[in-house]
């Protein structure tokens, strides 16, 4: 720098004094040609180096304040530089640590794509080994939906044999019922008649015009219970007989039932071998339960229509009896039985209505239509309620509610009659009172 500074003042001095020789020179020729004389010449030479010297100071000082300020300006501008180059050199110091935390992160992720692709072998590995099971596994399923459908089969031959049975049974069981029943029935009217018999000696002195018509109703009465009494021997002796044939046919069921326990104890083995053969066993149970009960239903009408046949040939004497009732209604309201004396308290009038109209209408849909828009309801409703007010009470539906048009069991119909007429004989001793 010392050097530097040295060379710069010697060869400013240096420039100064050509810069003087050479104003002196020019200035000195220029008027000595003009005015030929040497010493204004000589003169004016001399004035000349000063002004020169004084304006070359000028333009000195003026270009050094010129460079001081580009001076400044860079100083500044280095300084800036530096700031900047600091900055640069963070940001390089946060770049290599932001390297090597990436540079980690990459070995990291080399080392977890090397275990990713171990794994990837030995998941493609597992997935060979899982295709092969499969595939015996298929194998497998084949062969059980193969014996299972044989199962099946066997199943529904025994379903089919035990459904006959029930049915068999059914039929043996309503038909002791029945007979159960109407014996119970039986000793109720032979009791009701007894008391008939009572009241109607009492009532002998006010019913002198009624005097020979009763009498030929008693003797037909007596008549009627010693037939009843000999049909009710009869019915027995049919009860010792169906109860031997029930008991044969427990027996055999009993071994059915043995067959079937041993049927379901391999069916279960085999149920818990597959378990993934369950929705389609489901389904064809659910299928089974649909057939059993659709027989169930066939069944069931074709009792009804048994029944229905039957009543006319086993019990003719019910129309002699009701004849008899219907013509002594003037003097003694229908007697019911006690069942039948509670559901009567719990139909309401609308209801009844609804069973009258089932009863002596041929297409009562209108009817009960009707009568469930004045109490706010629908037909199947108060179809339902009926239903259910029955079976709590009697313990057996009245109405068929799965024919297009709704219609009594015939087995109540009778008992329906009464009861329908004694509601009216209410209703109209209601009428009379008011």
């Not at 009804?304 to 003719?316: C, G, L, S, T, Y």
Request: hydrophobic share 35%; proline share 2%; charged share 25%.
């Amino acid at each position: 720098m010392v050097r530097t500074s040295n060379m710069q003042s010697t060869t400013a001095i240096n420039n100064r004094f050509m810069i003087g020789i050479v104003a002196f020179g020019v200035s000195f020729v220029l008027s000595f040609f003009l005015s030929w004389n040497f010493n204004q010449a000589f003169i004016t030479g001399i004035t000349t180096v000063p002004a020169t010297y004084l304006a070359a100071f000028f333009v000195d000082k003026r270009r050094k304040n010129y460079e001081m300020l580009i001076l400044d300006s860079l100083r500044n501008r280095i300084k800036e530089i530096e700031v900047f180059k600091s900055r640069i050199l963070v940001d390089i110091n946060k770049l290599e640590g932001h390297k090597y935390l990436l540079y980690q992160e990459s070995n990291n992720l080399q080392s977890q794509l090397v275990e990713r692709r171990n794994q990837r072998d030995s998941l493609n590995r597992e997935l060979s080994c899982f295709v092969i099971e499969k595939k015996q596994l298929k194998t497998e399923i084949t062969n059980l939906q193969i014996e299972l459908i044989e199962l099946e089969k066997s199943k529904v031959e025994l379903n089919k044999s035990f459904s006959n049975v029930t049915s068999e049974k059914r039929r043996l069981d309503l038909n002791c019922n029945v007979s159960r029943s109407e014996i119970s029935k039986l000793q109720t009217q032979i009791s009701e008649l007894q008391q008939q018999k009572q009241e109607l000696e009492s009532t002998l002195t006010l019913l002198n015009r009624l005097k020979p018509q009763l009498e030929e109703k008693l003797y037909q009465m007596r008549v009627e219970v010693q037939k009843l009494e000999t049909q009710e021997e009869q019915q027995n002796q049919l009860l010792l007989d169906k109860l031997a044939e029930r008991e044969n046919i427990e027996t055999y069921l009993n071994y059915l039932k043995i067959q079937i326990v041993d049927k379901e104890t391999e069916f279960g083995q085999l149920q818990e071998q597959f378990a993934l053969l369950q929705n389609e066993r489901e389904q064809l149970q659910s299928q089974v339960w649909e057939l059993l009960h659709q027989m169930e239903t066939l069944t069931q009408e074709t009792l009804h229509n048994n029944f229905q046949e039957d009543d006319v040939e086993v019990f003719p004497f019910l129309d002699i009896i009701e004849s008899l009732e219907l013509n002594t209604s003037a003097v003694k309201p229908e007697t019911l039985p006690e069942e039948w004396n509670r559901f009567f308290e719990n139909l309401p009038s609308y209801e009844i209505q609804v069973l009258k109209a089932i009863l002596e209408q041929d297409r009562p849909n209108a009817t009960i239509k009707k009568i469930a828009e004045e109490h706010i309801s629908m037909p199947n409703l108060l179809i339902d309620s009926i239903n259910e007010r029955a079976n709590d009470t009697i313990g057996e539906l009245i109405v068929d509610p799965s024919s297009d048009s709704p219609t009594i069991y015939q087995e109540h119909v009778n008992l329906l009659k009464k009861l329908i007429a004694r509601s009216e004989n209410i209703m109209a001793k209601q009428v009379s009172a008011k």
